[in-house]
């Protein structure tokens, strides 16, 4: 069962990749001979799983191309706290690219979409505009002070937050926050409206996998897409799923 399982998940990731290949144009452009990428994020890109799959893919595509890579990730890490260490985490490395990926550790423990907490709708209103507000403005800052620090001409790819899994059953029963995907969900939303706006190049994470899990899940309510312990962090498939959609502009020739 579970080696079928992973067939039909590498399946469905192919067929929403090549249906995205077909229907939408890249949201990103490829990495040049020469470059320094900085990936700029918490514990998601400390573990740099993800980004193995993506510099594999250079090493191995183009191997002619020289390519610097730094890992900037820091467990527990946010958009707020980054920008706070920009001189250390970042600039350092004279980057031509920076990929940021923020989210999980900026939505307040999901409270405005907490069943239960806070009690009123006017409390809950209140939270929902400062943590919707705060990632926004974040990540704007984010921006400014990126291209003041590292240069005008610095690539900025925004990563849209991957899940919080908290529909998945587990065998310990964990306590599950109902509302922190829906809050990552709206973090996202943020990030797409800024590439629209032509402000950033854009990595959207959270949408395919949210429907990637819903879609596993009805075949398998134990199955998660992250860590089903601690449903935060990504497994291998969605490892690999990441790179791809960071490299979507090569996928498609590939």
Same mark, same amino acid.
């Not at 929403?16 to 998601?44: H, R």
């Not at 980054?82 to 999901?110: C, L, Q, Y």
């Not at 994470?205 to 879609?215: E, G, Q, R, S, V």
């Given at each position: ?18 249906? #995205? ?31 193995? &799959? ?6 191995? $595509? ?16 946010? &958009? ?8 250390? *985490? ?11 990926? &923020? ?11 907490? !069943? ?16 919707? $507000? ?18 005008? *001409? +610095? ?5 849209? !937050? ?15 926050? *109902? ?16 590439? #629209?706006?032509?402000?950033? #190049?854009?990595? *959207? +994470? ?5 429907? &990637? ?25 969605? $490892? ?15």
């Amino acid at each position: 069962w579970v080696m079928k399982q992973v067939i039909a998940l590498v399946v469905f990731l192919g067929g929403v990749m090549a249906g #995205e290949a077909e229907v939408a144009k890249p949201t990103t452009s490829p990495f040049k001979d020469g470059e320094t990428v900085v990936f700029w994020g918490d514990s998601i890109t400390q573990q740099a799983k993800w980004i193995r &799959f993506l510099t594999d893919f250079y090493h191995t $595509r183009y191997p002619d191309r020289k390519i610097t890579y730094r890992n900037a990730g820091i467990a527990g890490n946010s &958009f707020g706290g980054g920008i706070k260490e920009i001189d250390r *985490d970042v600039v350092p490395w004279k980057p031509t690219t920076v990929f940021t990926m &923020f989210g999980m550790n900026d939505s307040a423990a999901a409270g405005p979409y907490h !069943p239960g907490w806070p009690s009123t709708d006017e409390e809950k209103a209140k939270l929902r505009q400062r943590v919707d $507000r705060g990632y926004q403005v974040d990540a704007d800052r984010a921006l400014k002070d990126l291209k003041a620090k590292c240069g005008a *001409d +610095l690539r900025i790819v925004m990563m849209t !937050p991957s899940i919080y899994d908290s529909t998945a059953r587990t065998p310990k029963e964990k306590p599950v926050n *109902d509302g922190w995907n829906t809050t990552l969900g709206e973090s996202g939303k943020k990030l797409i409206a800024g590439y #629209e706006a032509g402000k950033w #190049e854009l990595v *959207d +994470l959270w949408n395919p996998m949210t429907k &990637f899990n819903a879609w596993a899940q009805a075949m398998n309510p134990n199955f998660s897409i992250v860590s089903a312990q601690e449903r935060v962090h990504p497994d291998e498939i969605v $490892r690999h799923h990441v790179a791809r959609q960071t490299s979507r502009h090569e996928v498609a020739k590939v």
